[in-house]
T-cell receptor, first 118, second 110 residues
Framework: GAVVSQHPSWVICKSGTSVKIECRSL??????MFWYRQFPKQSLMLMAT?????????EQGVEKDKFLINHASLTLSTLTVTSAHPEDSSFYIC??????????????FGPGTRLTVL | GEDVEQSLFLSVREGDSSVINCTYT??????LYWYKQEPGAGLQLLTY?????DMKQDQRLTVLLNKKDKHLSLRIADTQTGDSAIYFC??????????FGKGTRLHILP
């Protein structure tokens, strides 16, 4: 089946530093990748949608300068949390789709990255 | 705005059936999903149902959809300890975006 990996699985950083999270589709080419954020006991909130080779589309309320998304290849998307602060601490999950996402089972989720900002 | 609601916690004895309920508000939802999230892991799609269906069965899983009441349920027969997880209900909105509920934590009693 389709596998999506994320790296790192967890990261602890100091306030003010930047953190990069990678999302890779291992056995398929992902035309679209999605980044979600999950707070404790909360649902997943879609942060942005990225299509390979073009700028990401951010959801309302998500700061694009804070959460930089790059989808430079069909198998890799990165999320960089710039100048991280404790309120950015969360579980970040990516998903990848070979055909644009949505619908039936075409979004494959990564295992998530837990970010803790001290 | 669109909303998906589900109870936060369910406790079931091993071997019994688990029924997780969900309500949604978007009448234009075309697909409804159930995802499973095990501790520290990402989401796994368990099953989905198209909005013109009212039931779908897949081994131990049964999904019931009442489109009139915008109510979706997931029944897990013969619940096992490995079923312990958080179950997310989600729907696909008119913009092809998946809207998630907050998740129901299923706890299995011995």
């Amino acid at each position: 089946g389709a596998v999506v990996s994320q790296h790192p699985s967890w990261v602890i950083c100091k306030s003010g530093t930047s953190v990069k999270i990678e999302c890779r589709s291992l056995d398929f080419q992902a035309t679209t990748m999605f980044w979600y954020r999950q707070f404790p006991k909360q649902s997943l909130m879609l942060m942005a949608t990225s299509n390979e080779g073009s700028k990401a589309t951010y959801e309302q309320g998500v700061e694009k300068d804070k959460f930089l998304i790059n989808h430079a290849s069909l198998t890799l998307s990165t999320l960089t949390v710039t100048s991280a602060h404790p309120e950015d601490s969360s579980f970040y999950i990516c998903s990848a789709s070979p055909r644009g996402g949505g619908r039936t089972d075409t979004q494959y989720f990564g295992p998530g990255t837990r970010l803790t900002v001290l | 705005g669109e909303d998906v609601e589900q109870s936060l916690f369910l406790s079931v004895r091993e071997g019994d059936s688990s029924v997780i309920n969900c309500t949604y508000t978007d009448s234009s939802s075309t697909y409804l999903y159930w995802y499973k999230q095990e501790p520290g892991a990402g989401l796994q799609l368990l099953t989905y149902i198209f909005s013109n269906m009212d039931m779908k069965q897949d081994q131990r899983l049964t999904v019931l959809l009442n489109k009139k009441d915008k109510h979706l349920s997931l029944r897990i027969a013969d619940t096992q300890t490995g079923d312990s997880a958080i179950y997310f209900c989600a729907d696909l909105n008119r913009d092809d975006k998946i809207i998630f509920g907050k998740g129901t934590r299923l706890h299995i009693l011995p």
